[in-house]
């Protein structure tokens, strides 16, 4: 495989993941505004938003299976259009039922587009033989602020849903079919397993006992991002006591300091090793959850948001790497189940803190997250020697036993 091919293929996936991180921005942040549109009920709207990771979560492993047969490249190819259009269908309805069903095709869309991506991804670091994966995912966050950004112009000059979505829709649609031409599907595509007789993608070769550390670390860091996303502005507002406009700052400050990690993260994996960033990243998100916690006041409280950014960042590009290095002829199915716990994690943490701060205190929720990140410590060692090149060959990965 040519330089070259390397070269684009890296870039049209990068685009791929700074178009999605766009797309769920322009979701997640007018919530309100579709609740509004719909008039869906504040009792109604959980499972609205319940469903949408666990349609992701089932088409996540429906992607594992699909791709014995056909390449991640051509799943993502489709997948990503899709989503597209089903947001803009999140904003074309009148209807309840409108919403609900273009919020199911959200869901699976997005589910099957998560792991091809990471597929794609992890495919790609082979090849290149280096650590690339946090680039990839700085893309998604500088996608996530831009999206938010387009969603707040859109709020700020009261612009209805499918005016708002129509034009990042038209420009972003045609933008990733042209670029889908460049993907590329790693060293050893599918054909080529084919043609050696081998179907190294079957259920049987991952072993769940050996990914279970991964998916675990997957939980618990997106039970952190599901907590900053969710608790951060009520939070500072109501347990910090700062003014509405001011408890809107933390998650600004997460998202570009979760993009400034990914974004050296890669130079620090090839220069300490994959298991070291994330025992860094694991203590530091700690940190942060305890200076929010123990936080006097708001500017405290924020500090604490900022470092978490820092240290979440480099946990979830670093999990799909090593499940690449865990299962190197089976990565693609590993990638697909590890996906899976993407959703759980962001299912459990927003009611999970919500829970323990109306029957505790939500200083007391946020230690439980912070406990969560520091178990991540323990199961560093599946992440993988120091050694700064692993592709082809160079590192055997380590494994926790945790049976």
């Not at 699909?66 to 269908?89: D, K, T």
């Not at 997250?369 to 590192?395: K, N, Q």
């Amino acid at each position: 495989m040519t330089d070259a091919r390397l070269r684009r293929g890296r870039g049209a996936l990068a685009g791929s993941f700074f178009v999605q991180g766009v797309t769920f921005a322009l979701l997640v942040t007018r919530i309100p505004a579709i609740q509004d549109r719909y008039g869906i009920s504040d009792a109604l709207l959980p499972v609205f938003l319940a469903a949408v990771p666990i349609l992701a979560g089932v088409a996540s492993v429906l992607t594992g299976k699909v791709v014995r047969r056909i390449a991640p490249s051509a799943v993502l190819r489709w997948a990503q259009p899709l989503v597209l259009l089903a947001l803009l269908g999140v904003g074309a309805g009148t209807e309840i039922w409108q919403v609900a069903v273009a919020l199911g095709l959200f869901g699976l869309a997005v589910g099957a587009l998560d792991a091809a991506m990471n597929m794609l991804g992890v495919s790609l670091q082979r090849s290149y033989g280096r650590s690339i994966m946090l680039g990839f995912h700085a893309a998604y966050s500088l996608g996530g602020i831009a999206g938010a950004s387009l969603a707040w112009a859109g709020a700020h000059w009261d612009l209805a849903l499918f005016v708002s979505y129509l034009p990042v829709v038209a420009v972003l649609v045609p933008a990733v079919l042209a670029a889908s031409r460049w993907y590329v599907d790693g060293s050893l595509p599918p054909a080529t397993h084919k043609q050696h007789g081998q179907n190294p993608q079957g259920p049987a070769a991952v072993s769940f006992k050996l990914l279970l550390p991964l998916c675990l670390v997957m939980t618990f860091a997106y039970i952190g991002d599901s907590t900053v996303a969710n608790w951060s502005a009520k939070y500072l507002q109501d347990v910090l006591g700062s003014s509405e406009e001011l408890a809107t700052v933390p998650y600004n400050a997460y998202m570009v300091t979760t993009l400034l990690g990914r974004a050296v993260g890669d130079f620090g994996v090839r220069r300490l090793g994959a298991a070291a960033v994330v025992r860094g990243g694991s203590a530091l998100a700690a940190v942060g959850f305890a200076v929010v916690a123990l936080a006097p006041g708001a500017w405290v409280g924020m500090a604490g948001f900022t470092l978490l950014g820092l240290g979440l960042s480099v946990l979830v590009p670093q999990t799909f790497a090593a499940a690449g290095r865990l299962f190197p002829d089976a990565s693609d199915a590993a990638v697909a189940r590890l996906n899976v716990f993407n959703y759980v994690g962001f299912l459990i943490g927003s009611p999970l803190v919500g829970a323990l701060g109306d029957a505790w205190s939500y200083r007391g929720a946020m230690l439980v997250p912070m406990v969560l990140v520091l178990v991540t410590v323990v199961y560093a060692t599946s992440f993988g020697f120091r050694s700064a090149r692993y592709g082809g060959g160079h590192e055997r990965p380590r494994t926790v036993d945790v049976g």
